[in-house]
């Protein structure tokens, strides 16, 4: 690694250092409680801005990272400047040939709000602290240029897209150019290669699940590969767990998405710690501490999913002060559950946790799923799993059902 380009890139953060400058958390005053109704309200909204570091968090900030300081470190080589004449036949539709060879490529996969585009987008504002990077020779390097995967995996519509972005940031006309003479999309690749290679360090390619049902998925994946080859840049793709099952079809499109998947929290330290941090912004006169029971409850009804333990949390406050019970309690989460979420009942389910002082409700339901026997039971969970889009052998052994897999 040269260490001249270090100079160029932000300080990389670790421990409680990174956890500082990753949490965002609201301007809170204890008094806003005994505000009017309405001032509280307005100040509930903010429960929606905090960011709560976890160690997701924090491994995607490192990936994030490391894969722009692998393709800074490519920019000012003579490969860089012999690729740069190459990327010039591509877009006149002669002869190339692939000199500077990739950085990377990799996935961060996982269910929908559990917090991985809000955490990429809080770790792209912190590598991108400099909007815009000076190397020698008059390169000016975009730390990171993030953009989505078109609906209908476009592969024009993708590299029109990061070349506006670029416009966009530099002031160049490189997206105007491009319409102009109506590029062909060998044109635009060979063209997008050359402005990755020098004004692009880290490209974030978000909704990546698009190309699962899309006749277009694997040729989209395809150019992604010839701009790594090309530019010499990293590509990150953002998306759901649906899209494991697309790039497990073939070894090119695997050993391209090789990553960080998450899922849901599980009921341990973070969960509380997370729920913790988020309770601390009460805005109801009447606030609860954040015990065990209350703890579980929210676990039980939010599946670990962290965006409804926000939802839950907001909602319930917003209902507390808007029919004057206002108070934080299970009462008004019990009622938020019920009137504001109960689209997503089929989804959030978690088995109640096991402890000696279960509540009264927690052993009504655990005695009713032990009742729960046979075929109605294996139907209940491959309902769920085909629903979330899981594997139906995998859920239905969480559950204690064993399946015997046999070749024909």
Not at 169 to 197: P, Q
Not at 203 to 219: C, M, P
Not at 309 to 324: F, K, N, P
């Amino acid at each position: 690694m040269d260490e001249k380009t270090l100079k160029y890139m932000p300080t990389m953060l670790t421990g409680i250092e990174l956890d500082e400058a990753l949490k965002v958390e609201p301007d809170y005053d204890i008094s806003i409680r005994n505000t009017p109704e309405a001032n509280r309200l307005i100040a509930l909204q903010d429960l929606y801005s905090i960011y709560i570091p976890t160690d997701m968090s924090r491994e995607i900030y490192s990936k994030l990272y490391l894969s722009l300081l692998r393709s800074m470190n490519k920019k000012q080589s003579l490969t860089a400047i012999r690729q740069f004449s190459e990327n010039q036949n591509h877009i006149k539709g002669k002869e190339f040939t692939s000199l500077i060879g990739g950085s990377d490529s990799y996935t961060i996969l996982d269910d929908s709000g559990i917090g991985k585009s809000s955490t990429v987008s809080r770790v792209i504002d912190m590598i991108s602290v400099q909007r815009i990077i000076d190397l020698p020779n008059n390169m000016r390097i975009i730390p990171c240029i993030h953009v989505q995967t078109p609906a209908d995996c476009s592969i024009k519509g993708l590299l029109f897209e990061i070349l506006r972005k670029v416009d966009e940031i530099l002031g160049t006309r490189y997206h105007y150019n491009a319409m102009r003479i109506n590029a062909t999309a060998d044109m635009l690749i060979g063209s997008v290669s050359t402005v990755a290679l020098n004004h692009i360090g880290l490209l974030v390619v978000d909704e990546i699940q698009n190309v699962v049902n899309s006749k277009n998925g694997t040729t989209i994946i395809g150019m992604l590969t010839q701009l790594i080859n090309n530019a010499g840049i990293s590509i990150c793709m953002v998306g759901t767990p649906k899209s494991a099952l697309f790039f497990g079809q073939e070894m090119m499109l695997a050993r391209r998405s090789l990553g960080l998947s998450y899922g849901p929290f599980i009921y341990d330290d973070t969960f509380k710690r997370f729920c913790m941090e988020l309770l601390r912004f009460q805005y109801v006169r009447e606030t609860s501490q954040p015990e065990d029971t209350l703890l579980q409850w929210l676990y039980h009804h939010s599946g670990g999913n962290a965006s409804v333990v926000v939802s839950l949390i907001h909602d319930a406050q917003e209902m507390a002060i808007l029919d004057g019970y206002d108070k934080l309690d299970i009462n008004s989460l019990e009622k938020a559950y019920e009137n504001r979420l109960s689209l997503l009942h089929d989804f959030l389910y978690q088995e109640p946790i096991q402890n000696k002082k279960s509540s009264k409700r927690a052993n009504t339901l655990k005695s009713a799923q032990v009742k729960e026997t046979g075929q109605s039971l294996i139907s209940d969970v491959v309902l769920r799993a085909k629903k979330l889009q899981k594997d139906i052998v995998g859920e239905l052994s969480v559950h204690g059902i064993q399946i015997l897999e046999v070749a024909i």
